[in-house]
């Protein structure tokens, strides 16, 4: 059954100013050092921090925790590829479905909580 769902849409010129401005800082207040990495491992990073800025930001939503924090999300890929969300604290039985997106100028997440 699904429980909560949640989208995002983020600027990659956004993020981008935020990172010219506040560098590393930023980074490492929103995103784990595996997020950071997946993002450095591409020649333009700015898309991916802003694909997983979103992410979270959708799975807040679905989740509709105000406890969680940006270090209780993990978002990973699978070896296919496809987004893979790690909350701590999310409740058992429950399961994130994510997808994420970016274009030129934008990046989208969308997240969907399922239970057992």
Same mark, same amino acid.
């Given at each position: 059954m699904? #429980?909560?769902?949640?989208?995002?849409?983020?600027e990659?010129?956004? #993020?981008?100013?935020?990172? /010219?401005?506040?560098?590393?800082?930023? !980074?490492?207040? #929103?995103l784990?050092?595996q997020e950071? +990495?997946?993002a450095?491992?591409?020649t333009v990073?700015?898309? @991916?921090?802003?694909?997983?800025f979103? +992410?979270?930001e959708a #799975?807040?939503k679905a989740?509709?925790n105000? *406890?969680l924090?940006?270090k209780?999300?993990?978002?990973?890929? /699978?070896? /296919?590829?496809?987004?893979?969300? !790690?909350v701590?604290? !999310?409740?058992s039985?429950?399961?994130i @479905? !994510?997808?994420?997106? *970016?274009?030129?100028?934008?990046?989208? +997440?969308?997240a969907v909580?399922?239970?057992?």
């Amino acid at each position: 059954m699904i #429980i909560g769902t949640g989208i995002d849409i983020v600027e990659i010129t956004r #993020i981008r100013r935020a990172v /010219d401005t506040w560098g590393e800082r930023f !980074l490492t207040r #929103i995103l784990n050092a595996q997020e950071i +990495a997946y993002a450095k491992s591409h020649t333009v990073p700015f898309p @991916h921090y802003a694909g997983r800025f979103a +992410a979270k930001e959708a #799975i807040y939503k679905a989740v509709g925790n105000k *406890h969680l924090t940006w270090k209780n999300i993990t978002v990973t890929n /699978d070896p /296919d590829g496809k987004p893979v969300a !790690l909350v701590k604290g !999310l409740g058992s039985g429950q399961t994130i @479905h !994510l997808s994420i997106s *970016h274009s030129k100028y934008y990046a989208v +997440a969308q997240a969907v909580v399922e239970t057992k």
